[in-house]
């Protein structure tokens, strides 16, 4: 039945979402979490990636344990279901450690395996979204561009703008050809993030040339750390607190607003040929 359900719905696979900001520390892991879980609840087949190769903590914000990793199905010690945990909401989460970077250890033979395997994953679900670490350097860069839709996390931070901005500025030199968003988190109010997005995404369309559509506005709310200590995802943890109602609406925009890339080239496949 789920299988009807989804060749009616997205013959192309599943939607890729990539969730990504220039400096760290914005909110990205809570964000691309809870976004899986209210997609989730909207009865969507959600696969979470932690692509962050540096400090990836979805599973400690889940309670997961993530001892396996992408890497250690490239090395042939566990396969992609093992490493495949169940999260919350039934969400598949998988951790990605540097699985694609250690893909060039093997040979032409074994990586076209593996990366039809991790294709697969795109049949089998309706959207895939990508915690992909923070900064401009290659591995995020390949994920984004791979992606159908980016959504660029900055907070009122001059700094964390200025990097947002510096992010988009990379996408757009590579001819991106998905969808950019910019999400505004920790703001003091909406207005002030409104206000925030108003800006990048003038100055984008300006001097980049790029239009950049607005995911939403999260204020800053202390029921997200409490929950972070919780070692629970807030909307999962408070689910009426006003952050978590902000997160609702955010995602439906984004299953509203994402459209899916033309083309057969799988996501995983394109990611890989922007790294050989
Ligand atoms: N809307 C918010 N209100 C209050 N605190 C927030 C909010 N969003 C994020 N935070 C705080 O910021 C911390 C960092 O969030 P998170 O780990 O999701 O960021 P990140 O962008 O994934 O970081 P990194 O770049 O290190 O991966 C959270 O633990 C929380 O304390
Ligand atoms: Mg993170």
Known sequence: MYLQKSQEKQPAGAMIIAIT????????????????????SENQRVILMDADLGLGNLDVLMNLNSRYNLSHVVAGKRTLQEITQIGPGGIEVICGGSGIESLANLSTFQ???LIEELDRLQERSDVIIIDTGA???S???????AAD???????PEPTAM?????MMKVLASKDYAGRISLLVNMAQSPAEGKKIYRQIADVAGRFLNVPVYEAGVLCRDES?????RKREPVTLAFPKAGISRAFTAISRRLTKGSIHRAGHEGFFRKVVNWFF
Do not use: E, W
């Open 149 to 155: 839709h980016t959504v660029v996390v900055t907070t």
């Open 135 to 137: 900064g401009i350097h």
């Open 111 to 113: 990586r076209q395996r």
């Open 139 to 145: 591995t995020v860069i390949g994920f984004c561009l």
């Open 21 to 40: 900001s220039g400096k760290g520390g914005v909110g990205k892991t809570n964000i691309a979490t809870n976004l899986s879980l209210c997609m989730a």
């Open 224 to 228: 997200l750390p409490q929950a972070v």
């Open 162 to 166: 200025t990097d947002a901005y510096a």
